[in-house]
């Protein structure tokens, strides 16, 4: 008799959860599968101590081969699911299609960062949802100090030392306050001009700092953070955001070149293509975490809505606490449907309290209700978050005592650019590569890197009939590679460049658009390109070949993707090709335009013809 197939959507709190009590209870007797676009779980929590350079980004990871005996991992992104033919269609790693089976679907995508609809904050804001993320906020501040450091004009200095926050919650509050302290060990090292240091704003709309968290926990957090230096604004938000700052909704401008988005998360956008009962975006499921109606259907985390059977009429919050007991209690269920395991349970659930690491031995938390700070909060919220993790336990306390008796390294490592993590982005855990492919190969359900197996085909299986309902033919979500683009819910007002836009060259016309956490380009252009190049210099060390030279007059430079050797240049030499190198002896000649498949070259777009698949849809929808 073959095992039932087992589909699990997602590796976060709730799916790994899932995957890891599933592979306990059935002990070999189900075809279980996890589909997620890493190959790790994520600790979200300490995600803030990355950005501050407390933590390695590898100590907040979990492999997922390692760590889920008897679980088959798919990389990929769920596009839609096709709930009568119980199958779910998925886009590869490297674009490649894929199709799998199931006679148990659980639902854990998670969330991706919200947007409202405030003008210029989906091009000029970034979030903090991943990996990626948080490394490129490490670098982006570390630079923006250290060019402060060299400037010579106060207000240049001032702009780039200003760090704002919106969004006062759990992540926000916590990115502030190890923000406020990463920049001051900086500046210890490259001084700012006199009387002046880092200076972080925390912004919300709420009258409190941590408003979900009780009113005393709310205060010391308050209070720390305004000792150390963070100028704590409630009731303010951003109304617009540009280039050079953000406007705030009193009508203050403040200048800036940092804008974290910390507001808040909604679920991810595959649930919405299901055609099922929602509830404010998120799938409604019975106490079982089961979907009525679809006997083979299950949500959990995020994406779904639970009731609360402690607050009748409510429902369970957004939190990882949460979450991770949805996946047990999901796991149980799901092996429960099948005869592989004991009886159903609802989900019930008791507060265990909330931790707050504000960085040092600094700390809100609430354990068990009993309300600290200082020193044994700090002591309560580590020893919570060495306990609750699932790994790396001895690493991260390794880093933890490093940190406290040596100093900080504030380098720069340049592995993410700011183009790669945009803020409307489905996939925070990912960051957008350079190209990819420019046509999407068709792939059968049996071929390519992470394709189905024998056990996830449509005629594998127990032969269940297939459960009764409207199938959810849904858009494809917006993925970096994938077919068709969702229009993503919460991407703010401001339009999109299209495909065409961005491989236009902008010799005379509108300068190449300087995101907020890079230096703007100096010289002629819209604000002028460094070293005679057009928009800025090229990001180095592109994947394909060294850096691009572009040099005005010519053709890319020689090696690069697809590129051509340099000729006509003016002066009669040819680009020398050399990394790092910067030919200032040849004047500027007649502008050329890129390929049409490329867009503007600047310092964080990719050399080369490589043509970018994962702009934005243009008519991408804010949230209201």
Not at 248 to 268: H, I, K, Q, S
Not at 321 to 334: D, F, I, L, M, S
Not at 548 to 572: F, T, V
């Amino acid at each position: 008799m073959s095992r039932p197939r087992i589909l699990i959507v997602g590796a976060g709190f709730a799916g790994y959860r899932t995957a890891r009590t599933l592979s306990r209870i059935t002990r070999g007797r189900a075809h279980i599968t996890l589909l997620n676009p890493t190959d790790y779980f994520l600790y979200l929590p300490l995600l803030p101590q990355v950005a501050a350079g407390v933590l390695e980004p590898r100590r907040v990871t979990v492999s997922l081969s390692d760590t889920l005996p008897d679980v088959r991992l798919v990389l990929g992104e769920a596009d839609r699911v096709d709930l009568d033919g119980r199958t779910l269609h998925y886009t590869g790693p490297e674009g490649e299609d894929g199709t799998l089976a199931y006679d148990r679907l659980v639902l854990a995508a998670g969330s991706v960062n919200k947007l409202l609809p405030i003008p210029g904050v989906a091009e000029h804001a970034h979030g903090f949802r991943g990996l990626p993320e948080a490394l490129y906020l490490r670098d982006h501040v570390t630079r923006q100090v250290e060019l402060a450091a060299a400037a010579d004009d106060p207000k240049t200095c001032a702009a780039r030392c200003t760090f704002v926050v919106v969004g006062a919650g759990y992540t926000g509050t916590e990115v502030a306050a190890h923000g406020q302290m990463f920049t001051d060990a900086q500046v210890r090292k490259h001084p700012l001009r006199q009387g002046m240091r880092p200076r972080w704003m925390l912004l919300d709309v709420a009258p409190r700092v941590l408003p979900e968290m009780d009113e005393k926990l709310s205060a010391t957090a308050d209070r720390v953070l305004r000792q150390r230096g963070v100028d704590v604004r409630m009731g303010t938000s951003v109304k617009e955001a540009t280039p050079d700052g953000v406007v705030l909704t009193d009508g203050e401008f403040v200048e800036t070149r940092t804008l974290v988005w910390c507001v808040g998360v909604r679920p991810d956008p595959l649930v919405e293509s299901l055609g099922l009962p929602m509830e404010k975006g998120r799938l409604l499921v019975d106490p079982h975490l089961q979907v009525p109606g679809r006997p083979e259907l299950f949500a959990c985390g995020d994406v779904a809505a639970v009731p609360d059977l402690e607050k009748p009429g409510s429902y369970t919050s957004m939190t990882a606490q949460h979450a991770w007991r949805h996946g047990k209690v999901a796991a149980e269920n799901v092996a429960a449907s099948l005869g592989l395991g004991g009886s159903r349970k609802p989900y019930r659930h008791r507060d265990l309290g909330f931790v707050v690491d504000l960085g040092g031995a600094k700390a809100a938390a609430n354990p068990l209700g009993v309300p600290l700070s200082g020193v044994p909060a700090g002591a309560v919220a580590r020893g919570y978050h060495l306990a609750a993790m699932p790994g790396n336990r001895v690493r991260v306390a390794a880093d933890w005592m490093l940190d406290a008796v040596l100093p900080r390294q504030a380098v720069q490592l340049g592995l993410v650019r700011s183009w790669s993590v945009p803020l409307d982005t489905s996939s925070p855990e990912l960051a957008r590569v350079p190209g990819g492919p420019e046509q999407r190969q068709e792939a059968s359900a049996r071929s390519g890197p992470g394709a189905a197996v024998a056990g996830d085909t449509h005629d594998g299986g127990t032969g269940a009939d297939p459960g009764q309902g409207r199938a959810g033919h849904g858009p494809a979500k917006g993925r970096p590679g994938s077919r068709a683009t969702r229009n993503q819910p919460g991407s703010g007002t401001a339009q999109r460049r299209s495909e065409e836009e961005l491989a236009k060259g902008r010799p005379s016309g509108e300068p190449t658009r300087n995101w907020p956490a890079d230096e703007p380009a100096k010289g002629p252009l819209g604000g002028g390109s460094a070293k005679g190049q057009l928009g800025g210099e090229p990001a180095r060390n592109q994947p394909g070949g060294e850096p691009a030279r572009n040099q005005p007059g010519g053709e890319p430079a020689r090696n690069q993707p697809g590129g051509e050797p340099a000729r006509n240049q003016p002066g009669g030499e040819p680009a020398k090709n050399q990394p790092g190198r910067e030919d200032d002896n040849n004047p500027p000649g007649p502008t050329s335009q890129p390929p049409a498949d490329q867009p503007p070259p600047g310092p964080d777009t990719a050399p080369g013809p490589v043509k970018r698949s994962d702009v934005p849809d243009d008519s991408a929808k804010g949230d209201s």
